[in-house]
């Protein structure tokens, strides 16, 4: 596992911070980064999820948040409570049209603002679900928070590890350990046949894991049941907790630790 970087003051009563990455939209970062963390929840740590995607905050309707964000008394707001998760997204504090538009600077002050007047209470862990990207913004939140460690994630086909591939370049830059590749849309599995299909290919983001000497932390199917849960607002670790789904990010939980 990951250290926090020393140069950089921590945020008090989070023990650790790991970003959630992607090079490109799409993949399915926001999905791992919220059965990521219900993942972690079952391994029986604390854990939060702040969802930092200024370019289209998703974990309100992942996680079904439904209350407002409230204050705490003096600058702090409670975090919101979903399935044992401490929670809370740009998207509910800011105008996306607003944040969009923000640079770099104006990310990393409102995340560090979401980190330090949350209260969160203590927290093992916080799984920070990034902006896609490998701009401005993205570069200044990797140099600029404390970050434990970042997990990237892919999709098998080429122009997705291609932009995986800056991404991990950048958090290597800033020296921000990266824990490990994510391939996610992995394989098909036809329900009715149990057929196998590699719709975007398979084992490229393993085999690119291997080329550049990161952990590879698991293939996740692309399944109409991952997409259905989410859609529900109950993920599918939180919805099917003994299924094969919930293993698989239960694993790979345990790989980021
Ligand atoms: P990103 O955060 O990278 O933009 P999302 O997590 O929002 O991507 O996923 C994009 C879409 O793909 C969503 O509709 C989501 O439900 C779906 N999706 C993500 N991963 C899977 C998967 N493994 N199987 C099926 N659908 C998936």
Redesign the pocket.
Known sequence: GGRPQTSKPGIPGIDRIVAVA?GK????????AVNLALGLRDLGLKVGILDA?IY?P?IPRLLALKDKPQSAGGRMIKSLDAYGLKAMSIGLLVEEETAMIWRGPMVVSALTQMMREVEWGPLDILVV?MP?GTGDAQLTMAQQVPLAGSVI?STPQDLSLIDARRGIAMFRKVDVPVLGIVE??SYFIAPDTGARYDIFGHGGAEAEARRLSVPFLGA?????N??VR??EGVPIVQAEPDGPHAEIYRDMAARTL
């Open positions: 992607s939209g799409g993949v399915g970062k926001s999905t791992t995607d289209g998703s679900d896609p994630v996610n849309m996740v199917p692309l399944d109409m991952i997409r989410s859609d």
